[in-house]
């Protein structure tokens, strides 16, 4: 006895069995005609027609709707189209970084936990403060072109020393070590801390500029707020990076800028990005002077 059941649903053109969808009666939230759709409504999702949401899938839209399938596929080409341009400037700016920054050499001198003789050379001095991992080490290298001149890393609390850089042979750009959410044992973070209080506020060093580095997408944490206090209050030439406006989300930039924006008060805020190079070259000129 043959116990082969017959498949559930319809036949289409190649003889194949398709299963019948069950489809429900609603109303198109956008033209209040009667309509069927292919899932119960809630009550709280818009539902639309054939006529207002588009042509069925497979078929070239009618009007200026389109269909799930259609708006799949567009989504997908503007990502890829903004992917692209994202990779292609870039490129561009890679290429054009230097010419335009004037940045010629860039080297590393040493890593430094007290006075040390580098520091009283006379050399102009400009020192990177941030939270860890705020992306000072990225911009280090975005800015000079070299993408192992500092290390980078997802580790909070990697730099425990202050690191100087030779920029053209001109001046020194400082690294200090991270303050807040740094990995370390408790004894080493107070440590660092001490560190980057001597030099900013005990010690005879000047800075030509002192840059602070905020996370745009995260926006100002508290020891941000407290670092930039000191500064004020110690009146330092104060530069503001609103680095990694690459990862704000869409629609959100304008905000998260205006709150940064906000709390300078008048100071210089470069929107940055280490991986697009935006802000990159007006960052340099500032170093620079130009």
């Not at 969808?21 to 409504?41: E, H, L, T, Y």
């Not at 936990?113 to 001095?125: I, K, S």
């Not at 304008?254 to 990159?280: E, M």
Request: aromatic fraction near 6%; proline fraction near 5%.
């Amino acid at each position: 006895m043959n116990n082969f059941k017959k498949p559930y649903g319809k036949k289409d053109t190649r003889g194949a069995y398709r299963p019948t969808v069950q489809k429900f009666d609603a109303i198109c939230s956008n033209c209040g005609k009667a309509c069927q759709v292919p899932f119960r409504p809630d009550g709280q999702k818009p539902v639309y027609c054939k006529d207002c949401f588009g042509a069925p899938r497979g078929t070239a839209p009618s009007g200026e709707g389109k269909t799930i399938a259609d708006l799949t596929r567009q989504d997908r080409r503007d990502e890829r189209q903004d992917r692209h341009d994202v990779e292609d400037t870039e490129r561009r700016r890679i290429t054009y970084l230097h010419q335009a920054m004037q940045i010629r050499s860039a080297t590393f001198m040493r890593g430094v936990n007290g006075t040390d003789e580098l520091l009283d050379d006379g050399t102009p001095q400009v020192a990177l403060i941030g939270r860890s991992n705020v992306g000072k080490s990225s911009i280090i290298n975005s800015l000079t072109g070299q993408k192992a001149l500092a290390r980078t890393s997802d580790t909070p609390g990697l730099t425990q020393e202050i690191n100087i850089y030779s920029i053209n042979n001109k001046f020194y750009l400082l690294d200090l070590p991270g303050y807040g959410f740094a990995k370390v044992p408790e004894k080493v973070r107070e440590s660092l801390q001490k560190l980057n209080w001597w030099y900013l506020f005990d010690s005879e060093n000047v800075q030509r500029h002192a840059v602070l580095v905020l996370d745009a997408n995260v926006g100002p944490s508290k020891n941000d707020i407290e670092m930039l206090t000191l500064l004020r209050e110690h009146r330092k030439d104060i530069v503001i990076v609103a680095n990694k406006i690459d990862k704000i989300p869409r629609g959100e930039y304008d905000a998260r800028i205006a709150v940064i924006t906000d709390l300078a008060h008048g100071l210089p805020v470069i929107p940055y990005s280490s991986k697009t190079g935006i802000g990159a070259e007006e960052l340099a000129n500032i170093l620079l002077g130009q």
